[in-house]
């Protein structure tokens, strides 16, 4: 008798988790969540609205072609772009998925650059294609030389990420040009920009001129991280149009449902919500990475709305010693950053419980070397 055809890559793959567990305290101590770089404001009251309009509508299907969600995505570009260049999916790692779909199969290689987000490897291989990593330098910066030298003919993609998840560092323009212009014809670079409205480096690039000059580039943007709606689940891609137009050709029918749709065209519309996202996100970066300074933590420059520090103790023993006083902090040895943890900025009262508490947990410990 035949049995099953597994696919090997996929049988000896290990399901994606993705962050997240919740901790309860005792006594009513609060819990800070500065784990999954989350909206410390939570989400626009606009977008609150909208979703409740929308609930009378859940019968119908929605809106197949995701049209007025792309018109309100070409608004917030100004105008650059048209609707045909986005591609609208359920969260950004949606997006990294239907990319992989689109460019992958058995044999293919990708490049990233470790530490990254997890999805860009995992996605890989359920494709049956292969991640090659080419590590950050030893200051967390792209060695996007090594990429170039590496590529082969097997090449499809490249992910960069700027800033990058989890060490907030971005790449200069200058340096995305040189790179973007040395890159040979048969690879696409995909920039993950999901936090790109938290950098305020002066030479800092989103893909948007790539995408106009036409080169091979996909920019991959998310609805969880500025707007706050993690939880909604809305994300998007803009392309050249000799990209988009072949990736939305294997994007589902009614694939965002009514609420996303109506959430995220809301969302767009709040400039003053962003407005105040960005503020409070760049104010709590100085003042964390102030008081990581005064506590003599190792840290690294960061564009993002979180930090990766070195901390002086074990990395498992300060996040369970943080857990402990109600703060969620992530670990991101599987990143690729082994015993660096990953702090998310919050409100002024939990990025100050965050210090308080590390001051204290380094205090009681030895520290290591
Ligand atoms: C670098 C990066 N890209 C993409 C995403 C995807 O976000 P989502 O799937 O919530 O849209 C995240 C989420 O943390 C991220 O850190």
């Not at 950098?199 to 580039?217: F, M, Q, R, W």
């Not at 990209?243 to 065209?265: D, H, M, Q, T, V």
């Not at 002086?312 to 109600?326: F, M, N, Q």
Request: glycine share 8%.
């Amino acid at each position: 008798m035949a049995s099953i055809r597994y696919k090997p890559y996929i049988l000896e793959d290990s399901t994606y988790k993705g962050g997240g567990k919740k901790i309860a305290m005792p006594n009513g101590i609060k819990v800070h969540k500065l784990s999954s770089n989350e909206n410390p404001l939570g989400y626009s009251p606009k977008v609150k609205e909208a979703l409740t309009g929308a609930l009378d509508n859940l019968s119908l299907y929605p809106d197949n072609t995701d049209h007025r969600l792309r018109e309100a995505l070409v608004s917030d570009f100004d105008n650059q772009l048209t609707a045909d260049h986005f591609i609208t999916a359920n969260s950004g790692s949606e997006i990294i998925d239907i990319i992989s779909k689109a460019f992958l199969g058995e044999g293919d290689e990708v490049f990233v650059s470790q530490p990254c987000f997890l999805p860009y490897t995992a996605f890989t291989r359920w494709m049956g294609a292969k991640a090659v990593n080419v590590p950050m330098t030893s200051d967390y910066d792209y060695d996007l030389e090594g990429i170039l030298k590496a590529i082969t003919e097997r090449t499809r993609l490249v992910f960069l990420a700027s800033p990058n998840n989890p060490s907030g560092n971005y790449i200069p323009k200058e340096k995305l040009t040189a790179f973007m212009g040395q890159l040979p014809e048969h690879v696409v670079v995909v920039l993950d920009e999901v936090y790109r409205h938290f950098a305020e480096a002066g030479d800092y690039t989103s893909a948007l001129p790539y995408v106009l000059e036409k080169k091979n580039i996909i920019a991959i943007n998310s609805f969880s991280k500025t707007y706050g709606l993690a939880g909604l689940r809305v994300g998007y891609c803009y392309a050249p149009l000799h990209i988009s137009n072949y990736i939305r050709k294997i994007c589902k029918p009614f694939l965002l449902s009514s609420l996303a749709l109506e959430g995220a065209i809301a969302a767009l519309k709040d400039i003053d919500f962003v407005e105040r996202t960005v503020q409070l996100v760049q104010g709590e970066r100085a003042y964390v990475l102030n008081g990581l300074r005064a506590l003599g933590i190792k840290f690294w420059p960061t564009q993002g709305n979180f930090v990766m520090i070195h901390p002086p103790i074990p990395d498992t023993e300060l996040v369970a010693s943080l857990e402990k006083r109600g703060i969620m902090v992530r670990p991101v040895g599987n990143f690729g950053a082994p015993g660096m943890v990953r702090i998310s900025f919050g409100t002024r009262d939990a990025n100050k419980a965050m210090l308080e508490a590390l001051s204290r947990i380094i205090k009681e410990k030895p520290l290591i070397a």
